[in-house]
């Protein structure tokens, strides 16, 4: 199953590595460093799935989801929230505010691919690109 999946992520290392990962297990990716540019590219293309930091400098993971979820166009991606923090109730917290999943880094290769996947929904027609 390709999917279409845009990877916002301020540090790069981890949107290399997740970029990497994901490749290899044939997707396509899209990637930001930053949420504006983030959103943009999720109206612009339409991805099956949003990888999104939570902290990150100008529009925040929170602040993209709301955005996202504001969009008609939007609205039905999932967002999995990938973030450094691991306190209790994160994770609830997370889900509350609307993200399909959440993720704790760093990355761990062997399981990233799979939990990833495991969010995917069957291949629907999606949108097609906007023309910039």
Wanted: with cysteine; charged share 20%; net charge negative.
């Amino acid at each position: 199953m390709r999917a279409r999946i845009l990877v916002i992520e301020d540090n790069a290392a981890n949107l290399e590595l997740a970029r990497y990962l994901l490749c290899a297990a044939g997707h396509e990716v899209l990637a930001a460093t930053d949420g504006h540019a983030g959103l943009l590219l999720a109206q612009q293309q339409h991805p099956d799935l949003v990888i999104s930091d939570l902290q990150m400098p100008g529009l925040d993971g929170y602040a993209l989801l709301s955005a996202l979820q504001q969009d008609p166009g939007c609205q039905h991606i999932p967002v999995l929230a990938l973030t450094a923090s691991s306190m209790p109730g994160d994770r609830e917290t997370v889900i509350r505010a609307g993200f399909r999943a959440y993720m704790s880094k760093p990355i761990e290769p062997e399981m990233f691919v799979g939990e990833i996947e495991s969010l995917l929904e069957p291949a629907k027609p999606r949108a097609p690109p906007r023309a910039s």
